[in-house]
């Protein structure tokens, strides 16, 4: 099994969550972080103060996919979450060693 960490522009949230459903992921959580890469925020004038944004919104999705859906759900999320401009965020790819349904004790792929 595989997690899937994705950190994606906020206004393409609705697009991405579409493009996994249509794939057939329904598990995944959603939240909402804050920070910067290569952008290194920009700068606001406020009440004719000028200030640094330096922590961006973002949102992050993480899933768990059985290792044979990687590729899919990979290429579903970059479909869906590019732009092709700068900050449209990035993919981590991590094992994971075990998956367990609290509410019936599943294990591995079944829990997902």
């Known amino acids: ?9 906020p206004f393409k949230l609705e697009e ?3 493009a996994l459903k249509n794939i057939g992921i329904d598990g995944m959580t959603i939240s909402e ?8 925020g920009h700068k606001e004038v406020y009440r004719g103060q000028e200030y640094n944004v330096d922590l961006l919104p ?3 999705f ?3 996919v059985p290792n044979e859906r990687l590729e899919e759900v990979i290429e579903a999320l970059t479909t869906a979450a590019r732009t092709g401009k ?21 294990r591995g792929d079944a829990a997902v």
Do not use: C, P, S
């Not at 994971?96 to 509410?103: G, L, Q």
């Open 86 to 106: 700068i900050g449209d965020g990035k993919i981590f790819v991590y094992d994971v060693a075990e998956a367990i349904r609290i509410r019936n004790g599943d």
């Open 58 to 60: 973002k949102v992050r």
């Open 1 to 9: 099994m595989k997690k899937i960490e994705a950190i994606i522009q």
């Open 16 to 18: 991405v969550k579409e």
């Open 62 to 64: 993480d899933l768990v």
């Open 33 to 40: 972080v804050r920070g910067h890469g290569r952008q290194k």
